[in-house]
């Protein structure tokens, strides 16, 4: 197959373009790219900071926030509060376009001057160090929080409460440790569940109570390693 081969101007390592990734750029009529495919995923994925959190000062007002914009950010940044509330003018930042001046170059500069919110929330209550949440309260590093009360350190948890270091959760109550899981409560250390409570250790169960390190159940209680047990 043909290719041409390339160094990457940001990590300095070898890649290549096959015929088919040439042809594409020929008819796109755009140039052949500079950087290698991990480095242009990670300035397409470095757009929206998910998870990343600083302490810095509002620009409208000085106070001390935490922000998903460090210190050093070239972006207006209020604090949440300030942001959702009417001590600015929308106008402040309006700018006439100039013809004699690059699209892209203005653009820039214009998306410097328009206020963002530090963070990402919408009627979250004390919870200061969460991004990207809506109607949370009493919550602490959760990022993609919605509807939740009580919880820790999850990712994509939703409608849940009291639930500490668990990534994509649903409708869940007291669990820990838990990924991918649906409607369970007191659910600790597995995967892939829905319906099950009062567990440890299970994966692809459904509607299981009671059980210890069971894979792929369905409607068992008092079950241990796939095995049934006495109360």
Request: net charge negative.
């Amino acid at each position: 197959m043909e290719t041409e081969s390339k160094t990457c101007e940001k990590c300095q390592k070898l890649f290549y373009l096959d015929i088919d990734d040439l042809s594409f750029y020929k008819r796109m009529d755009v140039p052949i790219p500079n950087y290698c495919s991990a480095c242009r995923n990670n300035r397409r994925l470095i757009y929206r900071n998910f998870k990343t959190l600083y302490k810095r000062n509002s620009d409208l007002s000085g106070k001390s926030m935490i922000s998903m914009y460090s210190p050093d950010s070239l972006y207006t940044v209020y604090e949440v509060s300030e942001w959702w509330g009417d001590g600015w003018d929308p106008m402040s930042y309006g700018v006439d376009f100039d013809f004699k001046k690059p699209f892209f170059e203005q653009l820039d500069s214009l998306f410097k001057k328009v206020p963002r919110a530090s963070l990402g929330q919408t009627n979250c209550t004390n919870s200061e160090y969460v991004n990207m949440a809506h109607n949370s309260k009493n919550c602490y590093l959760c990022f993609g929080c919605v509807e939740n009360e009580d919880c820790d350190y999850g990712h994509i948890v939703w409608s849940s409460k009291d639930t500490i270091d668990n990534l994509y959760i649903f409708k869940s109550e007291s669990c820990y440790e838990c990924v991918d899981c649906l409607y369970c409560n007191k659910l600790f250390y597995s995967e892939e569940c829905e319906s099950c409570a009062d567990s440890i250790g299970l994966f692809d169960c459904r509607g299981c109570t009671d059980c210890i390190g069971c894979v792929g159940l369905n409607g068992k209680s008092y079950y241990v390693f796939n095995q049934p047990v006495s109360k």
